[in-house]
């Protein structure tokens, strides 16, 4: 497993930006599938964007796209999820993950597809 950490939640208004980063402990990250999860409260988990081990192919949820970009720096063994034009309804906690498994359109949105989890990070919208 890999072991992964969050940083760079906070609180934000609405309209505004934030960056989250996720750091890996292992240089094999570099050929893991990377995913972002978001859980608000008493919401289920749910999928908010991936990326392919090379940064060729990105994923995004609906509710998401074209307002979040999500990227890596596999010399860094890290993830990135830039955050633009935030929402009141994107509070809630994100989380990274990695799946040593290949990029997969559907497969990747699905929690259970993941191996590792990072302990998360707050974000919170206020209007």
């Known amino acids: 497993q890999v072991q992964l950490v969050e940083s760079g939640g906070g609180l934000v208004q609405a309209g505004g930006s934030l960056r989250l980063s996720c750091a890996a402990s292992?240089?094999?990250?570099?050929?893991?599938?990377m995913g972002w999860f978001r859980q608000a409260p008493g919401k289920e988990r749910e999928f908010v964007s991936a990326?392919?081990?090379?940064?060729?192919?990105?994923l995004y949820a609906d509710s998401v796209k074209g307002r979040f970009t999500i990227s890596r720096d596999n010399a860094r063994n890290t993830v990135y999820l830039q955050m633009n034009s935030l929402k009141t309804e994107d509070t809630a906690v994100y989380y990274c993950?990695?799946?040593?498994?290949?990029?997969?359109?559907?497969?990747?949105?699905?929690?259970?597809?993941?191996?590792?989890w990072g302990q998360g990070t707050q974000v919170t919208v206020s209007s």
């Open positions: 990326i392919q081990w090379n940064g060729g192919t990105t």
């Open positions: 292992k240089r094999a990250m570099s050929s893991y599938t």
């Open positions: 993950a990695a799946d040593a498994g290949s990029l997969s359109s559907w497969y990747s949105r699905q929690a259970g597809r993941y191996d590792s």
